[in-house]
């Protein structure tokens, strides 16, 4: 059966959820009380939806510093992660991580770092646990166009293509690495997903901002690695809308144009699924309505429940360097006075 | 002549000087040309001296550092800039295998002339893995040289230097110190590599800092100064190789030793100073060393945290004190004009 009306409604549910939280956590940036550095999935929310709409909590799935859409469209906690960024002890890393490092282990959503390319080969690793259980079940592996540059990236598909693990590189290509443009770091004409099809992996390759063909593709690829077909890597073409950290527009910043982003956006694939829903679908009005007013409510919450949280004991700035609470003692070099 | 300037600038300035110096002089990491410039540092070098010499590169450190070494082999001398020390992480094989070993290995015939600029982050938030120094790490490894300057001045004498030095320099920013002003001589102005500074003379204690702890030494001394306590504070600059003799002499008059870290604790800077202080100016000491470091843990992320992760003006006041074992009335905090988590009010985020 075909896109029916439950999965689209749920993809338009996921894209509207996470393009608010970001939005949100852009509004109140300059509170100054999320003190930490954020990356921001506006524009970027359709890649995340449709992978996300084929995973299970079961699946394994890593990422990269712009995770938030990841995380939610994997399932992880709103509340979780919006304490996080305040820095609360609440959070998903209570406290530690931040925006940059997420963590949902109860939805499979195994971690997100800063470092560009840091997961890729991590997520290689849960893909060989999986298929040493032997149940059907995926890693997927958010990364950016700029990762592929590393040599981790090479490493890691050579080992997944060649041990057929179940893994899915899901590469977002929203053209920038920072302010630098594609073609200041790889050749103009070069492919991506070609260099992985010269690698061995399964391809595809797809228009970001089309949410039904993409969906397709992600259900196909994850069909295919979940019966054992080794390794897929998919590239979509995206937009990451305002600027690489924080939570502004940068387009006065010269390093790409204002024209080009007005492209991108006059195609938001939020808004043109909104039409697409209200006009082919012929979903009422009020149902969209509710759902916003619900994912408001909910994002309210989450803020409200992050700022009101405490930070964590003081003690934990000092320990927690292993798991034994006894090495953590016997290694501790903290002499004052903290408190537990 | 002198001029006042930022840290940020006096490095912009440096490289202007080097680039015109030689044309060997290349310059070259992720978004040196972008409109940002590494926060000001390489800003106007690509108009200046063309994409040829100043260029931006993929997202690839380990194969930029061997780019770096393999052109210095032919004679180039390539100034590589990473945003975050972090960052460079990645390059290890390269720096410690080939840049550090080059050399010696193959019996003094080519050096590697190469500087590698390291940002170190600090606060609002950057994490576990945004705000590593690392230091210790790098001094560990032989054949290499750390640099790691606290006023504008030396960070522009210490890069001429470290550009115009045959071996592999790692030159390491605190970004807290991007922002500071200081006077800064015009002109090719060199600052020994291996030479600390005295930054101020006192009788009571020696202070060893390095980095940014030297401001908060000199924030520390000022207050004390007050109280009627003299410190006298050694500035490293460099802490590999580390000016021995100025740490000698300065023991020798005050007696009493504390070495201030930026880095973790265990395996630290401050505790090899410790280490070879005990062991050849023991007799001289009239109290154990101190050193004052971080604790063993990563950068936590939280505000909530970090305020008691790095040791403050006022850790430093209470350490000296002690080792004086003078009572100090602690409700008189040391003046702390922002929050913990910021260099200073102008900075609002994000990185
Ligand atoms: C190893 C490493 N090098 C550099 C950086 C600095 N950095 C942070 S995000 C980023 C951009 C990476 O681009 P891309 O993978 O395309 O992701 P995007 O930001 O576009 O989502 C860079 C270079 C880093 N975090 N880690
Ligand atoms: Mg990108």
Redesign the interface.
Known sequence: MRNNIDIEMDLFYTMLRIRKVEEAIADRYKEQKMRTPVHLSIGQESVAAVVGRQLYHEDYCVSTHRAHAHYLAKGGSLQAMISEIYGKVTGCCRGRGGSMHLIDTAVGFMGSTAIVGNTIPIGVGLGLSLKLAGHGKVSCIFLGDGAVEEGVFYESLNIAVLKKLPVLFVCENNRYSVYSPFSKRQPAERKIYEIAKAMGATIYHGDGYDVLASHDVARCAIASIREGGGPCFLEFETYRWREHCGPNYDNDLGYRTENEFLSWKARDPLEVFRVYLVGKCRVSKQVIKKMEEDVDQEIEVAFELAETAPFPKPIEAVTGEYKSTEANLNCSTYKGELTT | MMQNMTYGAAINTAMHMAMELDPNVLCFG??VD???HIFGTTAGLQEKFGEQRVF????????ITGVGIGASLAGYRPVMTHQRL??F??AMDQLVNAAAKWYYMFGGQVSVPIVIRLIIGR????????SQNLQAWFSHIPGLKVVMPASPADAKGLLLESIFDDNPVLFLEHRWLHDSEGLVPSGDYRVPIGKARIVREGEDITLVSMSYMTIEAIRAASYLEKQGISCEIIDLRTVKPIDWNAIFASVHKTKKLIVLDTG???GSIAGEIIARICMECFSILTRPPVRI?L????E??????????YPSNE?IVRGITSMLSVDHDLSVTVESPVLH?VPGDWF????
């Open positions: 992720l978004g972008d409109p940002k931006d590169m993929p997202t690839s450190e380990n194969a972090d960052f992480l990645l606060g609002w938030g950057q994490g576990p893995t945004h973790v604790t265990t470091a604790p063993d843990n990563p936590p992320m939280s505000f909530g945290l970090t305020k008691h992760y850790s988590d609002k985020g994000p990185f």
